[in-house]
């Protein structure tokens, strides 16, 4: 898919000539624009299954950090795109926004242009990997759509961030990531997550292949980083 044409965008703002300034703005850059004045209708719009969610920060009742937090919990929205808007004075809040798995952050106020450039580079990442396809190596089976993991065809259950991870290195085989490069790559920009949760993450990855031998795929290179080789 190219272009934002097809692209819809949920706008969570209570503010009504806020919300109108966003949701024209972004009419006019090509995308779809659903609104939504709480948290609410928030979850009642979810269905319509937008591609990114512009959220407000300051919402009456459920506060727009408290909702981010809960759609990162939610299996269907786990990985959806959102950008917090905040006000000027919050950003020391922007913490606990990244912690609640915030993509990014606009403050306002903002220009037409900042709105825009930020939406498209969201969705740009949130493109880069790959959905709806199945991804086989040697007898490991990854739906990404689905969220399934099956190896040599019996289903299995994998943590969320393991499933990321693991997505990962399927589409990314035969190479050394840093760290850092995983955490950018399957964290995103949460520049608040420390290193060692990678260690951590691959450790439980790993336990859960070991049963099945697939665990040595899963290669520490020295001083370097990891690797999914599928050669082992
Ligand atoms: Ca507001």
């Known amino acids: 898919m190219t272009g934002s044409e097809s692209r819809t965008i949920l706008v ?3 503010e009504a000539a806020i919300r109108d300034m966003l949701s024209f703005t972004l009419h006019r850059g090509g995308y779809t624009v659903i609104e939504a004045a709480d ?3 928030a979850i009642e719009q979810l269905e319509r299954k937008p591609d990114l969610v512009l959220l407000d920060w300051m919402l009456p009742g459920i506060s727009g950090v408290e909702f981010a937090r809960r759609l990162r919990q939610e299996e269907a929205t786990r990985h959806l795109p959102v950008i917090m808007l905040t006000a000027r004075g919050e950003e020391e809040s922007k913490l606990k926004g990244f912690e609640a798995g915030v993509d990014d952050y606009i403050t306002k106020p903002f220009s037409t242009q900042e709105l825009l450039a930020r939406v498209k580079a969201i969705l740009r990442r949130s493109q ?3 959905e709806n396809e199945v991804i086989e190596i040697n007898g490991l089976e990854l739906d990404t759509a689905g969220h399934r993991l099956r190896i040599d065809g019996k289903p299995m259950d994998l943590g ?5 991870l693991l997505n990962f290195f399927m589409t990314h085989p035969e190479r050394v990531y840093s760290r850092d490069q995983l955490l950018d790559q399957v964290w995103g920009d949460n520049v608040y997550i420390e290193d060692r949760t990678v260690d951590v993450h691959i450790r439980r990855l790993r336990k859960a292949l070991e049963p099945y031998g697939y665990d040595r795929h899963v290669q520490t290179v020295r001083g370097a980083g990891y690797r999914f080789s599928k050669q082992v």
């Open 128 to 130: 880069a990997q790959p």
């Open 12 to 14: 969570v703002e209570d």
């Open 160 to 164: 969320p961030t393991e499933f990321r």
């Open 39 to 41: 948290t609410r209708e």
